[in-house]
């Protein structure tokens, strides 16, 4: 028995190591597997999470060019972001950062240092908040069009449903106190243009920006990834991409450079959806084209989501609904023939309501598309009841 088990002994330090990237011990490691155990160590070679277990089974298998003493730290999986703007958020990196400005001026301020050289001659900021202001009203263009007369400016609120743009902008895109937009709204005060454009109303204006280039799209869309990958996101859902956007996503891709996993959206522009529906659904390790993104209505910050009842501080505004129901039921209907998931933006109460009345008759009884309501963030009492008899 003796010789035996100095046989095995034997045997077991002759096992030849695997040689792997990285090691990290000593500290806990969320498998996330199907018990969700955690584990001390674990071994890493490339991109792949070669095995865990304790410490004595990893150092035992496997030797690595690096090893890290965890000293009783936490390793989780990438972190999925089920909802967001992954490109825009790149994008969003190369405009003036206006998040937090505590006034008007203050935003002006921060416009002043901005280089618009690589928005060819664009001032573009994001994040403004009329409501972290202490007169909480909306701005108008008159200051732009005093310091800005020879550039045009596109401020984007914080929620993405709001913009506000000098008269130099306006001109370039046609807009003028007589526009009428279907699902948005142009701002006028005395028959002028305060510069201030709400969801729909928006599209004219952004289709002159320079920022469809596929240059930029690239640069936007590895800037996103280096500040994800920096807090440990390594895979999102991106809410409504277009053709141009997801060609220079699978560019990158193909190059390996892009290594950021994306379940893309489409946009629901006509020219995307008739593009990729009459083809087969792309689905790699790194992009799956799966869904289409559709906005039922606006947002509350900008008075765009729809209520039943007028806004409190503007009796003669409900918001505005995009769609109407039969609109939206024959866009739903042809998304369950091609066999996408539906993934529809709703914040108020009424485009609740009216979203879940358009899946409950397209689905039917076969609830088995996972359809999505985005944020779904205003819901009346009885919708919840409807929403739950269809779970």
Known sequence: MMQLLFLLLGFTNAIEKTTVDFILYNGKIYTVDESFSIQTAVAINGDKIVATGNDAEIQ??????????LKGKSVYPGFIDAHCHFLGYGRNLMYSNLRNASSFDEILERLKTFDPTATNGWIIGRGWDQNLWTEKVFPDCKVLDSLFPNNPVYLIRIDGHAVLANTYALNLAGINNATNVNGGLVVTENNKCTGLLIDNAITPLQNLLPVNDPAFIQTALLRAQDSCFSVGLTSVQDAGLEKIEIDEIQHLQDAEKLKMRIYAML?????????YFSRDQIHTDYLFIGAVKYYMDGALGSRGAALLEPYSDDPDNSGLLFYTYDSLKAAAEIVHEMNYQMCTHAIGDAAN???????????LSTNDR????????????DAWKFLRSMI
């Open 60 to 69: 035992q298998l496997y030797s690595a060019k690096n090893t890290i003493d």
């Open 267 to 275: 946009s629901s522009k006509k020219e995307t959806l008739d593009y």
């Open 353 to 363: 309501r009216m979203v879940l009345n358009v899946y409950a008759d397209v689905l």
């Open 370 to 381: 996972r359809w999505r309501i985005e944020h779904c963030q205003i819901v009346n009492p």
